[in-house]
């Protein structure tokens, strides 16, 4: 709408785009929607993809649900409310599917975030894994570069001593 009332003191659609911080392309199609349909073609439509397939009261017990915990609904493993567990508990609970993607936007939605549980080996043998950082990681990484003069070329030395005296940047001490 600040677009339509620049476009009516005729101010062009590419100081528009840069007074608003848009595009200049999206400026010249709102400019020429303007101009053959008038302000009322400029009005937003709402957000754009699908809609909720979950009512407001719906999002409201599915809210309940998760502040429950998963202990409540069959995960007693750990209390972590995984994007995956939430697009089951929706199927159980609700009788529609949603993605995993979808349960997560689903989640921001009423507030809540996914949580990814630490992924740990169950015979993992803490012992030897310092042991092997200590003794092989130590000999296998090496000491690495040599400190010193450095280039990214691959055929100049990245060396000061190699610059002709009178190139560019020789007085420069």
């Known amino acids: 709408m600040q677009a339509a009332e620049l476009f009516e003191q005729q101010i062009k659609p590419s100081e528009v785009a840069r007074r608003l911080r848009v595009s200049v392309k999206s400026a010249y199609q709102w400019h020429q929607v303007w101009r053959d349909d008038g302000v009322q073609a400029l009005a937003s439509r709402g957000p754009s ?27 007693v493993e750990d209390q972590v409310w995984t994007a995956s567990r939430v697009a089951t508990l929706i199927g159980r609970k609700f009788h529609v599917t949603y993605s995993v993607s979808g349960a997560t936007r689903l989640m921001h939605r009423i507030g809540f975030t996914p949580q990814v ?34 280039s990214a070329s691959r055929t100049k030395p990245g060396s000061p001593a190699g610059r002709p005296g009178d190139g560019p940047g020789a007085d420069a001490e």
Request: aromatic share 6%.
């Open 49 to 75: 993809g699908s809609r909720c397939r979950l009512s407001p009261r719906c999002l409201e017990k599915l809210a309940a649900y998760l502040e429950q915990g998963p202990a409540a609904h069959g995960w």
């Open 117 to 150: 549980p630490a992924r740990r080996v169950a015979e993992r043998d803490e012992q030897a894994v310092t042991t092997w950082k200590e003794a092989t990681w130590a000999e296998v990484k090496g000491r690495g570069r040599p400190a010193g003069a450095t």
